[in-house]
């Protein structure tokens, strides 16, 4: 049975993961930015974008059946079956797909604002994030954490060396894209011989499709309306306002969803955790990972939303150009308090797919999609980028209330809402002396998070954020770390 520890610790190893993330957000933001200029990177937005859209498409949201019913799946048959079959969809649908990308390719040439060669290598670097999607999470549901960490570091660190070694040879823009084919193709081919060497090869009939399609298919138009939600923005900014524009945008939206790194390596386990428990009848240990996992996100979230929020031009400064900065700023306390909001509500999305209700969730984030699309069409062409953070939050802010009010009536878990508010109240006094501070520069900009982290845990602890019960439980965590 996976302990609460255990699940901490492999918590602590995907989030590790998702450090390297930001570590390339971090990378690729200067490097284009500073190198290649604000409308390159408007580019590889649109680029990064628009795999983001069409992936969703391909992979049918087999990789979420595959999540939710492999873990629990004891005949050797079904589990290949089920792999194969859904390789298999997906690589048919990116088929069509890329079809259609090169048979509309002069109108995708005049909506996206760039040439004719990005959009080839787009079609093949989706075929291939699609079928590494599905391998990837054919490890994920084997609970082959080590493996699974060892490829997403493979495809983390080889993208950040290939772009970056591209840009500095002087390969521009088309280095740096085809960089990230190359290696989504090298991927492929380690993920291929690790499943192969793990199952074994089958030729599928089929029998599971079916049920597999008829549980991923609503998560596919969740995807779908999810990317809405945090995508479509750049498409109207840069049709309305021009690419340049984009690049000023994207830099500030990226630094505001940096706080998805501290809800990702969570998702991750608990989408591996949650199904066994949830099958086995264990309820209250269920209810147990959520509402510990949601305290936690939020102990560290919350802070540090208020610190990117009161820092958010100095660190696009080091990031970025001045004039990025001077542009865009002001978007980042709204992208922060969004990525926050998303985070409550995936907590709640968990229960709503455990109980199979993945059509809700899709309804849901279809909701949240057309008020972001209507919004957009109304406000951006007047008042640009400030309009598209404030048409995110509210679109999140939707969406968080309608996927409470719908989980509820599946499973209820404890939240703890005077904790919140003590994250909150420890948040602001810690906000408030970033602004006295006012640092300038690297050195001084890393002092202030330090001193903050410092004056917000002692803030926290002093309002008794963290009982006994919580202390333990990490000190039963880090001890045996050190120990062994």
């Known amino acids: 049975m996976y302990s609460y520890l255990k699940f901490i610790k492999q918590i602590l190893l995907i989030g590790f993961i998702e450090l390297l993330g930001i570590l390339q957000t971090i990378i690729f933001l200067p490097v ?179 049920d597999y399609l008829s549980f991923g298919l609503p998560t596919a138009v969740d995807g779908i309306s999810y990317w809405v939600i945090t995508s479509v923005d750049r498409y109207f900014i840069g049709f309305f306002w021009g690419i340049l524009f984009v690049g000023y945008y994207a830099p500030a939206y990226s630094l505001g969803t940096l706080l998805t790194a501290f809800l990702f390596p969570v998702a991750f386990m608990l989408s591996v955790v949650l199904p066994k428990a949830f099958d086995e009848d264990k309820i209250e240990e269920v209810k147990n990972y959520l509402s510990y996992s949601l305290k936690y996100f939020l102990l560290i979230a919350v802070p540090a939303g208020f610190g990117m929020s009161v820092l958010s031009k100095q660190l696009l400064l080091i990031l970025s150009t001045k004039e990025i900065a001077d542009s865009a700023h002001s978007i980042v306390p709204f992208i922060s308090v969004s990525i926050i909001f998303y985070g409550i509500s995936y907590f709640f999305s968990e229960v709503l797919i455990l109980a199979k209700k993945t059509k809700t969730i899709a309804l849901v984030w279809t909701v949240g999609a057309l008020l972001n699309f209507i919004l957009n069409i109304i406000f951006i062409p007047s008042f640009g980028i400030l309009a598209a953070a404030i048409t995110t939050l509210a679109s999140y802010s939707l969406c968080l209330i309608l996927m409470a009010y719908f989980s509820k009536k599946e499973l209820k878990f404890n939240i703890d809402f005077i904790f919140m508010i003590k994250t909150i109240l420890a948040s602001v006094p810690m906000a408030i002396l970033i602004l006295f501070f006012n640092p300038q520069g690297f050195f001084h900009v890393c002092l202030s998070v330090l001193l903050g982290a410092v004056i917000y845990f002692i803030l926290i602890f002093f309002f008794k954020g963290l009982g006994r019960k919580e202390i333990i439980f990490l000190e039963n965590l880090i001890i045996p770390s050190v120990k062994g």
């Open 32 to 210: 284009i930015t500073k190198l290649l200029g604000v409308e390159d990177y408007g580019i590889w937005t649109q680029i990064k974008i628009t795999v983001s859209l069409l992936v969703p498409f391909t992979f049918l949201g087999l990789h979420e059946a595959l999540v939710r019913f492999l873990p629990g799946e004891k005949n050797r048959e079904k589990i290949q079956e089920g792999i194969y079959s859904s390789l298999v969809l997906v690589f048919l649908a990116n088929l069509l797909i890329v079809i259609l990308i090169f048979a509309l390719s002069d109108q995708l040439v005049y909506f996206l604002k760039f040439n004719s060669a990005f959009i080839k290598f787009l079609s093949l670097i989706v075929i291939f994030e699609a079928l590494n999607t599905i391998l990837l999470t054919v490890t994920r549901a084997f609970r082959d954490i080590w493996k699974y960490f060892w490829f997403a570091f493979l495809k983390l660190f080889g993208e950040i060396g290939l772009v970056v070694l591209a840009v500095f040879l002087g390969y521009g823009l088309y280095g740096a894209v085809i960089s990230l084919l190359l290696i989504r193709v090298i991927l492929f081919f380690v993920l291929s011989i690790y499943v192969l060497a793990k199952t074994g090869i089958k030729m599928p009939i089929f029998s599971l499709a079916k």
